[in-house]
Nanobody, 120 residues
Framework: QVQLVESGGGLVQGGGSLRLSCAASGNIQTIDTMGWYRQARGAQRELVGNSTSGGTINYDESVKGRFTISRDNTKNTVDLQMNSLKPDDTAVYYC??????????????WGQGTQVTVSS
C-alpha cells in the first residue's frame, strides 16, 4: 500500500504565495509520475502540473509562470510552490503518484487533499 501525505494549504490574499508539500511512503519500488491536481467546488478535478521519471515537468496553462513543481526522488517528495495566487486558484489540491510497488505491480495513489483559499 502506498500513502501520500500533503501539507501546506491555507488561506492567503490574492497575489500571495503558498507552498504545498507531499511525501509518499509505503510499498514503493519506483515512482514514475508525481504531481498535483486540484478541484474547485462544483468543478471536475484538473491537472495542475506533474513531474515524470524522465525529468519532464508539465503545467496547466493557467498556472505556467506562477507555479513551480520540484521533486526529490531520494525522499519521494514533490512540492508545489504557488506564487501570484489568484482567487481562481481556490480549490482542494491533491497530490498524485504512480509507479511500481516492490512486487512490481502498478500503483496509483492520491493524497487526502489540502484546501487552498485565495481571497480577493
Amino acid at each position: 500500500q502506498v500513502q501520500l501525505v500533503e501539507s501546506g494549504g491555507g488561506l492567503v490574499q490574492g497575489g500571495g504565495s503558498l507552498r504545498l508539500s507531499c511525501a509518499a511512503s509505503g510499498n514503493i519500488q519506483t515512482i514514475d509520475t508525481m504531481g498535483w491536481y486540484r478541484q474547485a467546488r462544483g468543478a471536475q478535478r484538473e491537472l495542475v502540473g506533474n513531474s515524470t521519471s524522465g525529468g519532464t515537468i508539465n503545467y496547466d496553462e493557467s498556472v505556467k509562470g506562477r507555479f513551480t513543481i520540484s521533486r526529490d526522488n531520494t525522499k519521494n517528495t514533490v512540492d508545489l510552490q504557488m506564487n501570484s495566487l489568484k482567487p481562481d486558484d481556490t480549490a482542494v489540491y491533491y497530490c498524485y503518484a504512480d509507479g511500481r510497488t516492490k512486487r512490481l505491480t502498478w500503483f496509483a495513489a492520491w493524497g487526502q487533499g489540502t484546501q487552498v483559499t485565495v481571497s480577493s
